[in-house]
């Protein structure tokens, strides 16, 4: 009943920076928490960043810490994950999730399809 479109994800240098976009549609999504988690070849797919919609909370994985930041637009029910510093150990499928409960792990009912972002040495 919820979809999710996302979009920003690319090819970009080591120490550059991409802005990921989740668009939520399907009901009103302002009361759902988000977070964006990533999978690269091989690993498991693992939580990078959180947020609830209803309050200011937001958490981030510690590999992440101080270079990703998600904030989202309650008017447009898009959440964002605006990368920064990207390292080559940064490249994955990143997928936006949404849930009425936060999360670190996996159990949100609704995700997007995946952008690919790939960082280059």
């Known amino acids: 009943q919820v979809q999710l479109v996302e979009s920003g994800g690319g090819l970009v240098q080591a120490g550059g920076s991409l802005r990921l976009s989740c668009a939520a549609s399907g009901r009103d999504f302002s009361s759902y928490a988000a977070a964006w988690f990533r999978q690269a070849p091989g690993k498991e797919r693992e939580f990078v960043a959180g947020c609830t919609w209803s309050g200011g909370t937001t958490y981030y994985a510690d590999s992440v810490k101080g270079r990703f930041t998600i904030s989202r637009d309650n008017t447009k029910n898009t959440v964002y994950l605006q990368m920064d510093s990207l390292k080559p150990e940064d490249t994955a499928v990143y997928y936006c999730?949404?849930?009425?409960?936060?999360?670190?792990?996996?159990?949100?009912?609704?995700w997007g399809q995946g952008t690919q972002v790939t960082v280059s040495s």
């Open positions: 999730a949404a849930g009425r409960i936060p999360s670190t792990s996996a159990p949100y009912p609704y």
